[in-house]
């Protein structure tokens, strides 16, 4: 089967800029997660949908992120204005329900300058 | 809150030696463990995975842990490291039922020849 897709890969922005995430989960898969993994930190969840709903997003900045996730499917993160602390790997997942294990893609890099 | 620690962000060791990674979580509730593997500009791929069966759980290219609870220590091993085996690793926790993974650090295994 086809893994997790993403794109760009690579996004170089200056501050106060605005940027955008696009990820494909596997076919089938209900939940879908956006992790954000800084440089020689570990990932950290920003938002996870469970279909088209929010499950948690506790710990996303939601003045200057948003996400949505139309249809249960595909999903957009979203960061306006960026600033230099948003420079890291943006990585999509998605899991079968009540599995706990999760299928990643590659990353989208963010570099804010 | 749940949380994982990993003792040492590097670890060096000679090609055909032992790969021991350490990893101690913190729950209230019995969790679920895992181990991730993210080679360079790779998204995580995941290792092993306990779910209270087993207490001794076998992963994928020779690697295993080993769940106590006595000890909260999920640590990682493979008897004879390989070159290949360079990357970064991360252990994870959730809570038994819960889609929402908390990763450690990682933790960056060096292979030396």
């Known amino acids: 089967e086809a893994g997790v897709a993403q794109s760009p890969r690579y996004k170089i922005i200056e501050k106060r800029q605005s940027v955008a995430f696009w990820c494909n989960p596997i076919s089938g898969h209900a939940t879908l997660y956006w992790y954000q993994q800084i440089l020689g930190q570990g990932p950290k969840l920003l938002i996870q949908f469970q279909n088209n709903g929010v499950v948690d997003d506790s710990q996303l900045p939601k003045d200057r992120f948003s996400a949505e996730r139309l249809k249960g499917v595909d999903s957009t993160l979203k960061i306006q204005p960026a600033k230099l602390e948003d420079s890291a790997v943006y990585l999509c997942?998605?899991?079968?329900?009540?599995?706990?294990?999760?299928?990643f893609g590659e990353g989208s890099r963010l570099t804010v300058l | 809150a749940q949380s994982v620690t990993q003792l040492g962000s590097h670890v060096s060791v000679s090609e055909g030696a032992l790969v021991l990674l350490r990893c101690n979580y913190s729950s209230s509730v019995p969790p679920y463990l895992f181990w991730y593997v993210q080679y360079p500009n790779q998204g995580l791929q995941l290792l092993l995975k306990y779910t209270s069966a087993a207490t001794l759980v076998k992963g994928i290219n020779g690697f295993e842990a080993e769940f106590k609870k006595s000890e909260t220590s999920f640590h990682l091993t493979k008897p004879s490291a390989h070159m290949s085996d360079a990357a970064e690793y991360f252990c994870?926790?959730?809570?038994?039922?819960?889609?929402?993974?908390?990763f450690g650090q990682g933790t960056r295994l060096t292979i030396n020849p």
């Open positions: 994870a926790v959730s809570l038994q039922g819960a889609q929402k993974l908390v």
């Open positions: 997942a998605s899991s079968r329900t009540n599995t706990g294990e999760l299928f």
